[in-house]
Structures are given as C-alpha cells and as structure tokens.
C-alpha cells in the first residue's frame, strides 16, 4: 500500500526555535513536495525536489529550508520558526517520467508556533 | 499564469441531495492535467480522478462524476445522493506538463444526516 508518512501528526514549538519536519514516503518516488494549508488559501507550495539532493522553491520559501539526503526522506526546516508558520504542513510525493502523476500525501502536521 | 478557483467555500447538505462542487481555472498551457482530491477529517489527501486537457469525456465512478467543459474552463464535481462519509473539504488542482500543483482553495461539504 502506497505510504507517505510525517513525523508528527502535532507539533508545538517556540518562537525562534528550529523546527524539523520529516516525510518520509515507500513507494520509491523521485517527486516530493512540501505544502503548507491555510483556511481560505488552499495548499500552497514550499519546495519541491526531483532527485536527491535537488531542491527546487515553490511560491513560499521564505523562512524554510529543505533537505533531500536520501530518496525516500524529504525535510522541511524552519530556521527561526515565527508565529506566522503556525499551519498544517503537508508532504506529498509523486513518481516521475510524469510530472502530472497524481501526488501522494502523507497525513499533514499541525504545528503551532508560541 | 496557472489559476484555479473554487468560489464555493462551505456547502451543507441533507443526506441523499445530489451536490455539485465548482472549479473554474486559468491556464495558457495547452497541455495540462486536473485533479480533484479529497480531504476528510483525518487530513489526509485521496486522489480521486486525473484528466487531462485533450479528454473531455465526462466521467462517472458510483455516486461520483466529473463534467470537463474547455468551453468554459470549468471541471466540475457532482456527488449523487450524498452520505455523511462525503463530509470533507474537496481540492480541484491544475498542472500543465511543468513543474507544479496549483490548487484551488477547496470547498468544505457538510453532509447533514
């Protein structure tokens, strides 16, 4: 069964701390992005990656960082975290050859900024 | 610019009323693909059905069934004789053969029992 998998389904950090989250999906994709979700703004891209070690931003990257170490682990990262990245986070992954493969996501991490 | 609306914000239902969920987008591509994923409250996206831009066949999948107009940009979503289990936020995305997602900013479907 096709798995996407977030470290944390809750996360509750302090203003400046640095933040990891990890995806991590098994269905072998070179594809994986990091959204985050907002009411009223829909799913919004972070960073996207093709490869390992490849990274491309999406429309937000401001305050985030990502690494793609291994083919299966994508981390998002929030250098200084700020109350303005309190948001649901969502990691999905897709294979390639087909950049409109559908997306696979994992089931998002609430993370709340003090 | 890729584009894609979803004017319908929140949506109530009573169990068994047909509803439909609209998706307008934008897009200079020729070429592109729309999605339409599901959201319950677990928060885990489902993907429900792709097509894509040279397709504009309607599709139907039990009580679901999607309506592609070019025409009028438009791939909207109909549930039949809707259920409780519907309840959930519903996502129409876009992607020309490029780099990424766009998504529309959803619509939330309250089924009333």
């Known amino acids: 069964d096709v798995k996407v998998t977030q470290s944390s389904r809750y996360l509750v950090k302090r203003t400046g701390e640095k933040v990891f989250l990890e995806c991590v999906q098994d269905m072998d994709h070179e594809n994986m992005f990091w959204y985050r979700q907002d009411p009223g703004l829909g799913l919004r891209l972070i960073y996207f990656?093709?490869?390992?070690?490849?990274?491309e931003k999406g429309d937000i990257p401001e305050g985030y960082s990502v690494s793609r170490e291994k083919k299966e682990r994508f981390s998002l990262i929030l250098e200084s975290a700020s109350t303005n990245q309190t948001s649901m986070y969502l990691c999905a992954s897709s294979s390639t050859g087909a950049i409109y493969n559908e997306q696979f996501f994992g089931p998002g991490t609430r993370l709340t900024v003090l | 610019a890729q584009k894609v609306t979803q004017a319908q914000t929140e949506i109530s239902v009573v169990e068994k009323e047909d509803v439909t969920l609209d998706c307008v987008y934008e897009?200079?591509?020729?070429?592109?693909?729309l999605f339409w994923y599901k959201q319950p409250p677990s928060g885990e996206l489902v993907f429900l059905i792709r097509?894509?831009?040279?397709?504009?066949q309607n599709e139907i999948s039990g009580r679901y069934s999607w309506n592609f107009q070019k025409s009028t940009s438009s791939f909207n979503f109909t549930i039949t004789a809707s259920q409780v289990v519907d309840s959930a936020v519903y996502f129409c995305a876009l992607t020309p053969t490029g780099n990424q997602f766009y998504f529309g900013t959803g619509t939330s479907l309250t089924v009333i029992p």
């Open positions: 897009t200079r591509d020729t070429t592109y693909y």
């Open positions: 097509r894509n831009s040279f397709d504009e």
């Open positions: 990656s093709y490869d390992v070690k490849m990274k």
